[in-house]
Antibody, heavy 116, light 112 residues
Framework: QVRLQESGPGLVKPSETLSLTCSVSGGSINSDYWSWIRQSPGKGLEWIGYIYYTGGTNYNPSLKSRVSMSVDTSKNQISLRLNSVTAADTAVYYC??????????WGPGTLVTVSS | DIVMTQSPLFLPVTPGEPASISCKSSQSLLHSDGYNYLEWYLQKPGKSPQLLIYLGSNRPSGVPDRFSVIGSGTDFTLNISRVAAEDVGVYYCMQAHQTPLTFGGGTTVEIK
């Protein structure tokens, strides 16, 4: 069972870019798919997209124009960038390992607040 | 997008008693490989979601056998045979049949 840890700024200004990193330990990133999922305060879960260790991606169409993901296999990290953020992007952001169709390992999540 | 609809929204339960949560999808989740691409997650208070059921009705190691799922296609029911105090939290179903992956709105389970 791998361990995942999200990190990044907890506060982002409107119209700026949200950048998060997910560090993977206890296993190699060189397999499986790695997803980002978010949860707005008091609301449900929204899948943002996934990246394969080779760099292939699949993004939620609702965010596709603003999102990008990358992988750094040398550091065992994946990254998320979401640009032109608004208050609606305020959420807890999780990274998760997608072993097949399901998420079997999750990070603890990191709260990102969009506010001036 | 596939819409996932859960009910009830809120479920007060008595320890030792059974409980059920319904999950309906707007499209069939039954794949040609015979699996329903339907997963269940439990988010305990203050924690990340954890996998409870995968590929329709399979329990990961460590998940008690009091959790089971019946159904196929578009209608599914998560059953807890005898609720335990540690089962409180929000239950989500999620479809992995096609992207974008989508979640149900969640069912909050609390002890009466």
């Amino acid at each position: 069972q791998v361990r995942l840890q999200e990190s990044g700024p907890g506060l982002v200004k409107p119209s700026e870019t949200l950048s998060l990193t997910c560090s993977v330990s206890g296993g190699s990133i060189n397999s499986d798919y790695w997803s980002w999922i978010r949860q707005s305060p008091g609301k449900g879960l929204e899948w943002i997209g996934y990246i394969y260790y080779t760099g292939g991606t699949n993004y939620n169409p609702s965010l596709k124009s603003r999102v990008s993901m990358s992988v750094d296999t040398s550091k065992n990290q994946i990254s998320l960038r979401l640009n032109s953020v608004t208050a609606a992007d305020t959420a807890v952001y999780y990274c998760a390992r997608q072993g097949y169709s399901y998420f079997d390992d999750w990070g603890p999540g990191t709260l990102v607040t969009v506010s001036s | 997008d596939i819409v996932m609809t859960q009910s009830p929204l809120f479920l007060p339960v008595t320890p030792g008693e059974p409980a059920s949560i319904s999950c309906k999808s707007s499209q069939s989740l039954l794949h040609s490989d015979g699996y329903n691409y339907l997963e269940w997650y439990l988010q305990k208070p203050g924690k990340s979601p954890q996998l409870l059921i995968y590929l329709g009705s399979n329990r990961p190691s460590g998940v008690p056998d009091r959790f089971s799922v019946i159904g196929s296609g578009t209608d599914f029911t998560l059953n807890i045979s005898r609720v335990a105090a540690e089962d409180v939290g929000v239950y989500y179903c999620m479809q992995a049949h096609q992207t974008p992956l989508t979640f149900g709105g969640g069912t909050t389970v609390e002890i009466k």
